[in-house]
């Protein structure tokens, strides 16, 4: 498209014309012009900037190691991209692996019941299942976590790995 805009340009059509018959803008045409006359070429510059020190196959290493383990650190990125001799900053890792969606985030935190906890509320449900309507009206049930049964069912997956909290459910019953 580009050469054909300089073809017609030579020929001595103007701006106006050379737009019409290829249905381009007249400001597209007057930019291609005006890259041609001032670089001798209409093909795509190279940008000006620094190389990238990342490689293509290092990249897409980059990619598959934190797919495979979303938790590693970009220091032991870092590390694993050394042992095939590309020196690079853990931010330059980070940047790279952002440009790609794999963005660093901080696990969402949830209630971790333990084998212990299980079993005493299991023993307590097992226990307390033929009790009387009047032992549970006096039955205080306190929490220092807030637990939504709604939510509660929507608390797996890979946004909750850290299991940082502990429940803390505690039932103090009227004996």
């Not at 042992?83 to 935190?109: A, E, M, Q």
């Not at 097992?126 to 939510?151: A, G, P, R, V």
């Not at 797996?156 to 004996?175: C, M, R």
Request: proline content about 4%.
């Amino acid at each position: 498209m580009r050469t054909e805009v300089i073809e017609i340009y030579q020929s001595g059509k103007g701006y106006k014309a050379i737009s019409k018959a290829l249905g381009l803008q007249r400001t597209t045409v007057r930019a291609i012009i005006h890259k041609w006359q001032k670089h001798g070429t209409v093909v795509n510059l190279p940008r000006s900037g620094w190389p990238t020190k990342i490689t293509p196959r290092a990249q897409r290493r980059l990619i598959r190691e934190v797919t495979k383990d979303p938790r590693t650190t970009s220091k032991e990125l870092q590390a694993s991209l050394a042992s095939i001799k590309v020196s690079v900053h853990d931010s330059t890792i980070r940047k790279r692996l952002g440009k790609n969606g794999l963005h660093g985030r901080f696990p969402r935190r949830k209630p971790l019941l333990s084998k212990k906890n299980i079993r005493a509320r299991l023993n307590f449900a097992k226990k307390h299942l033929n009790d009387c309507q009047d032992f549970w009206e006096n039955t205080l049930w306190t929490d220092e976590s807030k637990l939504n049964y709604n939510n509660f069912a929507k608390m797996s997956g890979p946004k909750f790995l850290q299991s940082a909290v502990k429940d803390s459910l505690q039932v103090i019953a009227n004996a």
